[in-house]
């Protein structure tokens, strides 16, 4: 009797338990073709949330012959259907533009969008769809425009696009983003992110070509980090009203020079290339060493209208708010003097300096410096004395380590 008791439990708790299994089922659905998905008749098909499809899709395009085209229809049948994950390795297409159908256009209901072994998306196959996340970790090349006016889409995680190095041209124009990330990307084609303008801050740690016009328009953008950059191109950073702070080239490990194109952070509402609102970190090994006393750093380019048909100048350089090199610290120790470390010293309106060391011998004499190094100098005390522009002389004590 009581043998009967016990196995009558378990028998109801394996009943409740595959009872449990069966219902968490319903919510995902697995076919090897969207037609099978489509005709099932056992599966409740109120109860999916996603459908996974693990066989080939017929077809290449969205004509009628395609079984593309029926995704169009899967709300219809799922009607709460919110994911699609698909594990063939088969392109994506770009819509067809003799019916103007697109996959993502007509599919709104998608929400969700999974295909982890799929290379290569089409042009413009996303383009305007209310997706909210996506996963392509294997994905090597994106069509222009396809994830261009995806408002809903708003963070990328390392892992979505794991293998992609190029991001297409309007890639993400117009998009809801507010965070990326993109572990392997090493070019930003034109106009990627173009008015993309809730982004807040970009990290790209790969990323060596900026193209044009890439991020124009980012208006809430406030902070860049860019560690191997060394091409920015025409106007890149464009209308970025918000931006405070950049970092480049903080990843290099051999010196290296960034090249700005023209009008990188030009404004068009207040007509001015101006940088001086941005605080700048550089790496220690950027060739172009800043002026960290006039906090100038990297020309931009000014059309000169006194010679006969205009030229190009670029003797003008961007003027910061402030510029930070890593390892070097910008520390006023007196006035007129500053220490940047690793023994190196800034004078401000200074015309000449002269070194001692401790028994009066003169060491160096230099005019018009604004950068000392001291590194090829035995450690120990010395005596700085300098002449500044008001024909003033002053001393200080300095310690060489």
């Not at 109120?46 to 995704?71: P, Q």
């Not at 990323?207 to 191997?228: H, M, Q, R, W």
């Not at 290099?252 to 990188?264: C, G, N, P, R």
């Amino acid at each position: 009797m009581q043998k009967t008791k016990i196995l009558t439990k378990l028998i109801i708790a394996v009943l409740i338990l595959t009872a449990g299994n069966v219902l968490n089922a319903q919510e995902e659905a697995t076919f090897e073709t969207i037609t099978e998905a489509l005709e099932d008749v056992y599966v409740n098909k109120h109860e999916v949330k996603k459908l996974i499809i693990w066989g080939d899709i017929a077809g290449s395009d969205y004509s009628d012959s395609s079984e593309w085209s029926r995704f169009f229809d899967l709300d219809k049948t799922f009607p709460n259907i919110e994911s699609i994950e698909i594990l063939t390795d088969q392109d994506i297409p770009g819509p067809n533009f003799a019916t103007y159908r697109n996959l993502f256009n007509d599919a709104l209901w998608i929400k969700h969008f999974s295909a982890p072994n799929v290379l290569r998306i089409g042009d413009f196959a996303f383009i305007g769809s209310y997706v909210e996340s996506v996963y392509f970790p294997s994905l090597v090349e994106a069509g222009i425009y396809c994830f261009s006016s995806c408002l809903n889409l708003k963070h990328i995680k390392d892992e979505d696009f794991a293998s992609l190095k190029i991001l297409s041209w309007c890639m993400f124009s117009g998009s809801g983003l507010v965070s990326v990330n993109f572990p392997s990307v090493e070019y930003i084609g034109e106009q990627c992110f173009l008015f993309s303008s809730v982004l807040t801050d970009i990290y790209f740690s790969e990323v060596k070509t900026i193209e044009d016009v890439a991020f124009s328009g980012c208006t809430s953008l406030v902070y860049v980090n860019l560690p191997k950059v060394v091409k920015i191109q025409y106007g890149a950073f464009m209308d970025c009203y918000s931006l405070q702070s950049i970092s480049l080239g903080t990843g290099f490990v051999e010196e290296t020079e960034i090249k700005f194109e023209d009008y990188v952070f030009y404004k068009i509402t207040t007509d001015e290339m101006s940088t001086e609102d941005i605080e700048l970190t550089l790496g220690p090994f950027v060739r172009q060493e800043p002026d960290l006393i006039e906090n100038t750093w990297n020309y931009k380019i000014v059309w000169v209208t006194s010679q006969p048909f205009g030229k190009y100048d670029t003797l003008s350089f961007h003027t910061w708010k402030s510029i930070n090199v890593l390892g070097i610290k910008k520390e006023k120790i007196g006035e007129n003097i500053y220490y940047l470390g690793n023994n190196c010293y800034g004078l401000e309106n200074v015309k000449q300096i002269e070194l001692f060391d401790l028994l009066g011998r003169q060491l160096m004499m230099l005019k018009n410096e604004k950068i000392i190094d001291l590194n090829n100098i035995i450690s120990g005390i010395y005596i700085l004395k300098y002449l500044t522009d008001y024909n003033k002389i002053k001393t200080k004590k300095i310690v060489v380590n």
